[in-house]
């Protein structure tokens, strides 16, 4: 099995901190991971974050994780600031054309999720993505019509949330075109503590019937 590389991303704008697994012998499809809201504390170490990424390289599958611009080793280079979306393309450029990624599946938790679901439509090559908490309430309209799509999606939601509202969800929901699909979390608010394994397993699970569809 391959090792984590610590690995920075860049352009003329920005160096984004990263970590990746890279699965040598199947550049089919790997997984972003996009973190939670940096202003409170989000960083690619998030537990939930992390649960996904140490479950998901556990089953050798690609994944790459990163800090936003102002957290941990993330910073601008130039007078011209990235927006949290353009990292994100940042991210999936680095996939797709240096790593040689066919495809893309993104997966970003509550802050995360309205960015990275956001990016859906900005490459064919990215052909799904899972939203867990998409906190739709809080991030406004503009980031739930970005991530408007005809492409597969998962959305995953605590029935104890009460930033990305549950008892608002399923008119959220109602919103997005199939193909579409959701799972309740029973006991778990937004930040999912001691669900990370469940989480873990369901992003997995989606994963391997997208990439059993696509062949």
């Not at 920075?8 to 920005?14: C, D, K, L, M, P």
């Not at 970003?108 to 439509?121: E, F, K, Q």
């Not at 090559?125 to 408007?148: E, H, R, V």
């Not at 989606?206 to 062949?215: A, G, P, Q, R, V």
Request: net charge negative.
């Amino acid at each position: 099995m391959s090792e984590v590389k610590k690995i920075f991303i860049s352009n003329e704008n920005a160096k984004l901190e990263a970590e990746y697994f890279e699965n040598l012998n199947d550049k089919d499809c790997g997984i972003l991971l996009i973190h939670p809201h940096p202003e409170f504390g989000g960083n690619m170490h998030n537990n939930v974050v992390s649960g996904i990424f140490n479950e998901v390289i556990t089953n050798d599958i690609s994944c790459l994780r990163f800090n936003f611009i102002g957290i941990g080793g993330s910073i601008n280079i130039s007078s011209t600031k990235m927006s949290p979306i353009n990292q994100v393309e940042l991210c999936i450029d680095y996939l797709l054309n240096k790593d040689k990624i066919k495809k893309i599946l993104i997966c970003g938790y509550s802050y995360g999720a309205a960015v990275g679901c956001s990016a859906i439509n900005y490459n064919d090559n990215i052909i799904s993505y899972i939203a867990i908490s998409f906190p739709w309430d809080f991030m406004g309209k503009t980031f739930k019509n970005l991530s408007q799509s005809d492409k597969p999606k998962l959305f995953i939601q605590g029935d104890r949330d009460d930033i990305a509202v549950y008892n608002n969800f399923k008119n959220h929901y109602s919103f997005y075109h199939e193909p579409k699909t959701f799972e309740i979390i029973k006991g778990a608010d937004h930040f999912y503590w001691g669900y990370e394994n469940q989480l873990a397993d369901l992003v997995i699970s989606f994963y391997n019937k997208l990439k059993s569809n696509k062949n």
